[in-house]
C-alpha cells in the first residue's frame, strides 16, 4: 500500500491489495478520529470514499493535516474491498502494527495518576469480539492496562482493534508468553491477584477491591487455566440469580472492573469525610 504525491490537483493512482488479518485496517469515522486523537501515532494513512462530507469528514481531514497523515479519496468499491465487508461509512484508515507494552507502563501509569493499580488480565479468550470489549470497557472503567497471553488467546488484530472502538489507541496492552510468571510479578509488586471462577465460595462484593489489584478473567467455557488460577490470592464469582449458569467473559470483565471503581469512589468518600 505505498503511498503516492499529488500530481497537480489530482492524486496519483494508489492501489489497493486485500488486507491479511494481521494488516491494520481501521473502518468508519469514529475508530479512525479516535486513531488521530490518540498519542500512539500509528495512523499512517486515510482514505476516504469521493464527495463523501460532513462534519466527521472535515474534522478528521483536519486532525490528519496536523498530523502529517495523508488523506486520499477512493472509489467507495475500492474502500469496500479494503474493508473485506466491514461497515466503514467512507473511512478507511491504516496503521501501523499493534505495539504491545509492559507491565512497567501500566505501574508507571498508575503512579503517575496517583491511583492504586487496576489491571486485567485476560486468560483462553479467543474470540476477537470478546478481546475487543473488554478492552473497550477497561478503558471505561479506567483501568491502567490489559495483559494478554500470546500463546492461548486471541492476537491484537483488526477485528479486536474494531471492536474496541478506539480503545484499542489509548490502552495499554501487554501480550505476554507466560501469564503465571507476569501475575507474580504484578504480586511481587503488591497487587493483590484476585480469580473470577463460577465455583468459588466468595461472591464479587466481599472482596476489597480499593486496594492495588489485578483480575484476571477466563472465558466462558474454559475458564481459568489451572495453573494461573492456582497463582491468584483468591477467586470470587459473579452471583447468579436467574436459570443462566455463566456470562461471557466481556460482560463478566466489565462488572468486574466497575465493581472496582465503585469501591474506590466509596474508599475515597469515606477517607474525605474522616479528614
Not at 21 to 38: D, I, K, N, Q, Y
Amino acid at each position: 500500500m505505498s503511498s503516492k504525491k499529488k500530481s497537480g490537483s489530482h492524486f496519483q493512482p494508489d492501489p489497493l491489495k486485500e488486507p491479511s488479518e494481521t494488516e491494520e485496517v481501521v473502518c468508519g469515522s469514529h475508530p479512525v478520529l479516535e486513531a488521530l486523537r490518540s498519542e500512539s501515532n500509528r495512523l499512517q494513512k486515510i482514505y476516504i470514499a469521493y464527495g463523501r462530507q460532513g462534519a466527521s469528514i472535515s474534522r478528521i481531514r483536519a486532525l490528519a493535516k496536523q498530523a502529517g497523515v495523508l488523506v486520499t479519496e477512493k472509489d467507495p468499491a475500492e474502500l469496500n474491498r479494503l474493508a473485506t465487508g466491514r461497515s466503514h461509512q467512507g473511512v478507511v484508515g491504516i496503521v501501523r502494527p499493534f505495539e504491545a507494552a509492559s507491565l512497567d507502563d501500566m505501574l508507571r501509569l498508575a503512579k503517575a495518576k496517583s491511583e492504586p493499580p487496576l489491571i486485567i488480565v485476560i486468560d483462553r479468550i479467543h474470540d476477537p469480539q470478546n478481546l475487543g470489549s473488554l478492552i473497550r470497557t477497561a478503558n471505561g472503567a479506567g483501568a491502567h492496562g490489559v495483559i494478554v497471553s500470546l500463546r492461548d488467546s486471541c492476537p491484537i488484530t483488526t477485528t479486536v482493534s474494531r471492536v474496541s472502538a478506539g480503545a484499542l489507541e489509548h490502552t495499554l496492552v501487554a501480550q505476554v508468553s507466560n501469564l503465571v510468571r507476569s501475575v507474580e510479578r504484578l504480586k511481587e509488586s503488591g497487587l493483590w491477584v484476585y480469580g473470577a471462577a463460577p465455583e468459588a465460595d466468595t461472591i464479587l462484593y466481599e472482596i476489597d477491591l480499593a486496594s492495588p489489584v489485578a483480575l484476571v478473567i477466563g472465558s466462558e467455557g474454559k475458564g481459568i487455566r489451572p495453573l494461573l488460577k492456582r497463582s491468584c490470592d483468591a477467586l470470587f464469582r459473579i452471583p447468579m440469580y436467574g436459570r443462566v449458569a455463566s456470562l461471557n467473559a466481556s460482560v463478566s470483565g466489565a462488572i468486574v472492573l466497575f465493581e472496582t471503581q465503585r469501591q474506590r469512589s466509596a474508599s475515597r468518600k469515606s477517607s474525605t469525610t474522616r479528614a
